[in-house]
């Protein structure tokens, strides 16, 4: 059986666009195949009008496990693309820091990892994704294994850092909240093999206010969402 | 309360282990057994100190062994692990050469050395070398196996070849198994040099434990053991201190 089967979608530049679905879908094979990590058999990835299925390094990717490095400092893992593309700690760090304090990192960058809270080491990640600068960005279930509350308060800042670093965003998820708030446009996915069942364009006015997620406008499209999930 | 613990936790061990020694020593004061059978801890004690100034060369000679097998097992096994993490043929076929190798007793191979390189320092180096070199071998090819395939993929799609994959993150997540596998082989040098040596030669504590041996001077022979636990001991912790200068985020972690 296929993991993915007749997937088809875009991303306009600068676009919020998120793959909702069940756990164990294919969202993240769908990413690997976008990151060229795994090998693609039938299909097409473009960039910019260019065939670029199964070459690595045109996109930031971000796993939903932190991936530190737990040798390394805070800096130092956040750097590690630049580092990868040969150049030196110094020039590299120089480069980095001017974004912690964004990355709300600010005072921790000598720390190592495990001296961080769960939060603070997803952001970490998410700044050495940043790091690698390519206009887009794949994010898979980057908040999954944080709790409630933190989850809560990084989806409100990963919304103030998207608008600001001006990216093209591909997020995978399960929680259909947190697609709703956080998307411009949500694919939502069948279980296996990965089907798109339907487009939902998320019509809220940006910046969007934390508590938009109890308005009725809100709640219609989560209904909506979660009637056709079912 | 924690720290009571902290502290019983060494007290307890360490008051079994003297325990031990007092129940060994008061058998031999009250002649349970006789002395020229099991000398008591306290005479092996003197008779070390004793036989310290004539005793100094052959530890010398021993160290010496240890430290060049140790050092060229160290070279070899991480040469050795690095071919075998990077190719699966190398591998599938060093694997079981390398487990059969262990299982061929080294206190055969001593002599057999003995015979093909004669009675110099050159066998029992060979002695610690073979005795020193699995444990590395295996313990770091697991460490560099032991890499998240989540992190080898991140790095992928950041393009790094495998070079870079090797020095940025295999090498360095390898190094706490690395330095299990040398804790390991560090201790068996000693005794490694020491087997080495029972097959003859000019000086080495072999040597000289076959020679006091022969003269039924069992206090010498405890003397010799008391000196190569010693030896072994002061080895294991030396590496322990590399590895804590070496790992510093490794000693913030077990705070």
Known sequence: MPIVEDV??????????TLLGPSGCGKSTILNMIAGIVPVEEGKVYIDGRDCTGEVGN???????????????VIDNTILPLIIKGETVGEARK????????????????????????????RAALLRTYMFSKDIVLLDEPFAGLDAITRYNMQSWLMQVADKVKATILFVTHDI?????????????????ARIK?????????????DIVTSTQFNRIKKHILLNLS | MKKWRSIGNKVIPLSFSTLLIVFWQL????????????????DVVLVCARILPEIKEHIYTTLQEAFTGLFVAIILSVMMAIL???????????????????????????????????????????VVILVCFFPIVVSLLEGLNSLDQDFLNLMKSMKANRWQIFYLAKFPSSLNNF???????????IIGAVIGEWMGGKSGLGVYMTRVRQSFALDKVFATILIIIVLSIILFKIIELIQFLVMPWRRAVSK
């Open chain 2, 84 to 126: 075998m993490d990077n190719s699966p043929i190398i591998r599938e076929v060093v694997q079981p050469l390398l487990v059969v190798s262990q299982t061929v007793p080294v206190m055969i191979l001593a002599p057999l050395f003995a015979m093909w390189f004669g009675f110099g320092i050159l066998p029992k180096i060979m």
């Open chain 1, 198 to 210: 339907e487009e939902v364009k998320i019509q809220l006015s940006r910046p969007r206010e934390r």
């Open chain 1, 95 to 122: 480069k980095a820091i001017p974004y912690l304090s964004l990355f709300g990192l600010e005072g921790f960058e000598y720390k190592y990892p495990f001296q961080l809270s769960g939060g603070m080491r997803q």
């Open chain 2, 179 to 189: 330095f299990s596998g040398l804790k390991i082989a560090a201790t068996y040098s």
């Open chain 1, 8 to 17: 088809s979608f875009y991303l306009h530049k600068n676009e919020f666009v």
């Open chain 1, 59 to 73: 996109v930031s990717y971000m796993y939903q496990k932190d991936l530190l490095l737990p040798w390394k400092k």
């Open chain 1, 177 to 193: 909240e947190e697609a709703i708030y956080l998307s411009d446009r949500i694919y939502v996915l069948t279980e296996r093999p």
């Open chain 2, 27 to 42: 058998i031999v004061e009250r002649g349970v057994i006789a002395r020229y059978i099991l000398p008591s801890p306290w």
